[in-house]
């Protein structure tokens, strides 16, 4: 029982940590790409590629993941 509990908590806190180390990394090209671009439709193209991008990759996997995370509690 003890050492489900443990497994369980080492999941959670590993899934929390990838999926906040993603949104950072995905939240720091978002915003070098809307300071270093010069013109303001530029900036809009990169920034809907970059959300596209994440929404079809690291998101979707975690959206399918989150579900059975919170089956466990």
């Not at 180390?21 to 439709?41: G, P």
Request: with cysteine.
């Amino acid at each position: 029982m003890l050492c489900q509990k443990v497994n369980q908590g080492f999941f959670s806190i590993f899934f929390l940590t990838i999926i906040k180390f993603y949104l950072t990394k995905y939240l720091i090209i978002f915003l070098i790409c809307s300071l270093v671009s010069k013109w303001e439709f530029e900036a809009k193209c990169l920034q809907k590629s970059i959300i596209h991008t994440m929404l079809k990759g690291k998101l979707g996997v975690f959206l399918s993941i989150f579900p059975m995370i919170i089956k466990f509690y």
